[in-house]
């Protein structure tokens, strides 16, 4: 089980109905449903994915966040909505933070961090959009168009009343080190949330 | 005709009849003493009768679903696409059961069959019978073949419908719910198709009010005329169109009222081979139960609450181009799922199709069509 996955699933109550927002193939929910009795369902796009969810008996529904958006889900209908790694490719990241936060009562988002070090040192230096095995497209074909930090997700959050419950760090082979926990803005490569909403909080 | 028989194929069938003789009484309040259902099989039954599947036939289908009859026939049965050894309805591990339905015209008790009080045709006196009606039947031949639990019931179009409705009227009885290019209801558009069938049929001189039989004719005009209006919306305008285009049968413009296009000489085919095969009265009774299926109906229009007596698992399936059910029509049965925490998968099936996308084996659908079905399969196997 990948760190950045065992993170998420620590977070997770045992019997908790969650939504995956992009949900690949299904490795996650899968592992919710086996080790925390989850139920739920994953969305995603990719007709391969969908077929690797069905094949392993993960409910999965083809629906694109960008252009059908998640009006077919009733507010507070999940105890948890998630999204790894793929909130910095939807067209309006704030809005989806919104909807999730409608549907469901915490929501746990994984994103890779614009500010890590060797992003930095490589714009710095070579003055181009940085490149890295987590971040491997050109700056006109990558899907990833709102990449963020640290910071930037934590200024959001501070201005949408959005309530920080848990915050974590791993590399980029998802591994998770104390030392990228010291200063996650710097040495952070994938950033993870859980959030809820301000009057959530008692 | 076959030389010799696919691989993939289930074979030479034989369908069996089989008759009941405890009394049901429809929707429509009225009781049939006893009817028979005209059934085949294909596969094994394994030792805890875990593997059935029910395969539920669509409007103009009947128990012939796979395999071939003898050598000598044309074509396989009408789903053989997907049921048969390797395929998504895999014969090596289920035991697949596919019936004609109550008030059909294959060998199953209908309007064409003698009422025993009577001794003459039902015609028209046959009861008009619902989706929910088909489902007891369907429950009955169950408990005759030893079935206490389907492991899946599938059906596309009319036999989604009876998918979905088996999920309610007998949760604990089935696994899986297969619901393929199907609707939770009609619309008024859907409705207002049928309504044009139906009249062709019964506008047609020889309906005689639907007993045609003793007058020894048959509403062949009516009958084609409401083949050619369905087959109209079971196509998509993108597959007539590479089909046929503007083909002319000739290669200038007659200037008169017989088929010139390839598409008016299609449709003609269609309808004529139909008229010869197919009950007007069946044709009419199988729009009407269409027409009158909405589970909703019983639950204050809240389909999520109706939803939520079922137990199985879902999956649905709609197809980008089928304008009779469109996929909007198959995401609100998944929204109301969604709502009712029912277990469902969903995807859409890019295909050129239109409504008959289900019958025709596009490589994503057998894809995913395989992919549940397999693991279905292996939880029959534990």
């Known amino acids: ?202 | 005709m076959p030389d010799s028989l696919p691989p993939d194929s289930v074979g030479i069938v034989t369908p069996e009849t089989l008759h009941f003789d405890t009394p049901i009484t429809l929707a429509c309040g009225q009781t049939l003493t006893e009817y028979d259902l005209v059934v085949e099989t294909y596969g094994t039954l394994n030792g805890d009768a875990s593997n059935a599947v029910l395969i539920c036939h669509a409007l103009s289908g009947h128990h012939h679903a796979a395999g071939y009859h003898s050598l000598a026939d044309r074509k396989p049965g009408w789903w053989d696409s997907c049921i048969g050894p390797g395929k998504p309805i895999d014969t090596n591990k289920f035991f697949v059961v596919c019936l004609n339905n109550l008030g059909g015209c294959n060998g199953s008790t209908g309007p064409s069959s003698i009422d025993p009080c009577t001794g003459q045709p039902f015609g028209p006196d046959f009861p008009v019978v619902t989706v929910k009606d088909w489902v007891h039947t369907q429950a009955a031949l169950a408990d005759r073949l030893g079935i206490a639990c389907w492991a899946a019931v599938v059906g596309g179009s009319l036999g989604g419908m009876q998918a979905l409705q088996w999920s309610l009227t007998y949760p604990d009885r089935l696994r899986h719910a297969l619901i393929i290019a199907s609707t939770p209801r009609l619309s008024a558009q859907n409705i207002a198709f049928n309504e044009v069938a139906r009249r062709a049929i019964t506008s047609d001189p020889d309906f005689h009010a639907g007993r045609y039989q003793d007058f020894g004719v048959v509403p062949r005009r009516g009958l084609m005329l409401a083949r050619m209006v369905g087959h109209i919306t079971y196509l998509s305008d993108a597959s007539m169109g590479e089909k046929f285009g503007r083909e002319l049968r000739e290669q200038v413009y007659q200037f008169g009222y017989d088929a010139e296009f390839q598409v008016e000489s299609y449709l003609r085919y269609q309808g004529e081979r139909f008229s010869e095969s197919f009950d007007a009265n069946t044709y009419l009774l199988m729009t009407k139960a269409l027409d009158y299926f909405d589970p909703a109906y019983e639950f204050d229009n809240d389909l999520a609450r109706a939803l939520q007596q079922a137990r199985c698992q879902f999956l649905v399936l709609s197809f980008s181009t089928d304008w009779r059910f469109t996929p909007a029509r198959s995401e609100e049965l998944v929204k109301a799922m969604i709502a009712a925490k029912n277990r469902v998968s969903y995807a859409e099936i890019d295909s050129p199709w239109g409504h008959d996308a289900f019958l025709i084996p596009s490589p994503r659908y057998m894809q995913v069509f395989g992919a549940y079905m397999d693991r279905v399969a292996r939880e029959v196997n534990k």
């Open chain 1, 1 to 202: 089980m990948r760190a950045d996955l065992e993170i998420i699933a620590q977070w997770i109550q045992p019997g908790s109905h969650v939504l995956d927002l992009g949900c690949g193939d299904g490795t996650l929910l899968d592992f919710l449903q086996q080790e925390k009795q989850a139920t739920g369902f994953g969305l995603e796009i990719n007709p391969d994915h969908i077929t690797t969810c069905m094949a392993r008996g993960v409910s999965v529904i083809e629906q694109n966040l960008d252009t059908q958006g998640l009006k077919n889900f009733d507010d507070q209908s999940f105890d948890v909505v998630l999204m790894t790694q793929a909130l910095q490719a939807v067209r309006r990241p704030d809005r989806v933070l919104e909807e999730m936060l409608r549907l469901g009562r915490e929501v746990i988002v994984t994103f890779p961090n614009f500010a890590h070090w060797r992003l930095r040192w490589y714009l710095m230096r070579r003055g181009r959009m940085p490149e890295s095995k987590t971040l491997p497209y050109r700056w006109y074909n990558t899907p990833n168009i709102h990449l963020c930090t640290f910071k930037d997700f934590e200024a959001l959050c501070h201005s949408r009343q959005f309530r920080i419950m848990d915050r974590s760090v791993v590399d980029g082979q998802h591994r998770n080190h104390w030392f990228s926990q010291l200063w996650p803005n710097m040495l952070g490569q994938i950033a993870i949330y859980r959030i809820t909403r301000q009057e959530d909080i008692q």
